[in-house]
């Protein structure tokens, strides 16, 4: 038998979860990826699971006979550090990210300490050609 996501969306309120969360910096800086997020998808953010907010979703299928549903590009204002879940690979992305300012990056994410770190227009542009990708590779 198939193991579910866990992962999925939540019908809890996007404004209670950003005003929970701590320390303040934080939460200011999770409004303000939720609006740069929304300007370039134009979809509402909808919360999957308890600490990611996602923007549109795909359905995916992997050989394995696994399937799913993901948000298309999410992010998480976790308490180390903010996640911006995007798709690197396949999006000219090095380009940008060296213009970026202070971040690291694993497989599909981002990982930055705080907004003022970073070029906010640099991440808009990597948010819209993950966005475009995603959108190419899983069309609705």
């Given at each position: 038998m198939?193991?579910?996501n866990k992962?999925?969306?939540?019908?809890?309120?996007v404004d209670?979860?950003?005003e929970?969360?701590?320390?303040?910096?934080r939460r200011?800086?999770?409004?303000e990826l939720?609006?740069?997020?929304?300007k370039?998808?134009?979809?509402?953010?909808?919360?999957?699971?308890?600490?990611?907010?996602?923007?549109?979703?795909y359905?995916?299928?992997?050989?394995?006979g696994h399937?799913g549903?993901a948000?298309?590009?999410?992010?998480?204002?976790r308490?180390?550090?903010?996640?911006c879940?995007?798709?690197?690979?396949?999006?000219?992305?090095?380009a940008?990210?060296?213009?970026?300012g202070?971040?690291?990056?694993?497989?599909?994410?981002l990982?930055?300490?705080k907004?003022?770190?970073?070029?906010l227009?640099?991440?808009?542009d990597?948010?819209?050609?993950?966005?475009?990708?995603m959108?190419?590779t899983y069309?609705i």
């Amino acid at each position: 038998m198939a193991k579910a996501n866990k992962t999925k969306p939540e019908p809890a309120s996007v404004d209670s979860f950003l005003e929970q969360i701590e320390p303040s910096t934080r939460r200011d800086d999770g409004i303000e990826l939720t609006k740069l997020f929304t300007k370039v998808t134009g979809q509402p953010a909808t919360l999957w699971g308890s600490s990611i907010l996602g923007f549109g979703s795909y359905h995916y299928r992997y050989e394995s006979g696994h399937s799913g549903s993901a948000p298309r590009v999410a992010f998480s204002p976790r308490k180390a550090k903010l996640v911006c879940y995007v798709k690197l690979e396949g999006v000219d992305s090095e380009a940008l990210l060296l213009r970026l300012g202070k971040h690291t990056k694993g497989k599909g994410c981002l990982y930055i300490n705080k907004l003022s770190d970073i070029d906010l227009q640099i991440l808009e542009d990597l948010i819209s050609a993950s966005w475009r990708y995603m959108a190419q590779t899983y069309p609705i």
